[in-house]
């Protein structure tokens, strides 16, 4: 089984950067879409950025112009780099492969799609 593990979480103030990295050991995102999705307490599970196999990224609103996804080139780690963050942002983010499957599947990981992660903590202080 296929088991993403992301990592760079921590606390910031608001305002500050963090960039999370995803990675998928033996396993490549060659053909995949890799998505962000991130679940505050109380909150619904949310798609906040995704990359296709040709580079072509979504952005939710929420996090337009302050996010940026890349992967690199040999295609074998996704990274979501968050800048000017808001106390908002806080949540636990988790990287998943098959996106285009559910922006808002029940809860975070999913357990109906995909390859998912255990999740990485982001905590921004006002």
């Known amino acids: 089984e296929v088991q993403l593990v992301e990592s760079g979480g921590g606390s910031v103030q608001a305002g500050g950067s963090l960039r999370l990295s995803c990675t998928a050991p033996?396993?490549?995102?060659?053909?995949?879409?890799v998505g962000w999705y991130r679940q505050a307490p109380g909150n619904e599970c949310e798609l906040v950025s995704t990359?296709?196999?040709?580079?072509?990224?979504y952005y939710t609103n929420a996090v337009k112009g302050r996010f940026t996804i890349s992967q690199d080139d040999a295609k074998k780690m996704v990274f979501l780099q968050m800048n000017n963050l808001e106390p908002e942002d806080t949540a636990v983010y988790y990287c998943?492969?098959?996106?285009?499957?559910?922006?808002?599947?029940?809860?975070?990981?999913?357990?109906?799609?995909?390859?998912w992660g255990q999740g990485t903590q982001v905590t921004v202080s006002s």
């Open positions: 990359i296709d196999s040709d580079g072509s990224t």
């Open positions: 998943a492969t098959d996106p285009a499957t559910s922006r808002n599947p029940p809860i975070c990981p999913a357990d109906d799609f995909g390859y």
């Open positions: 033996g396993f490549s995102f060659d053909d995949s879409e």
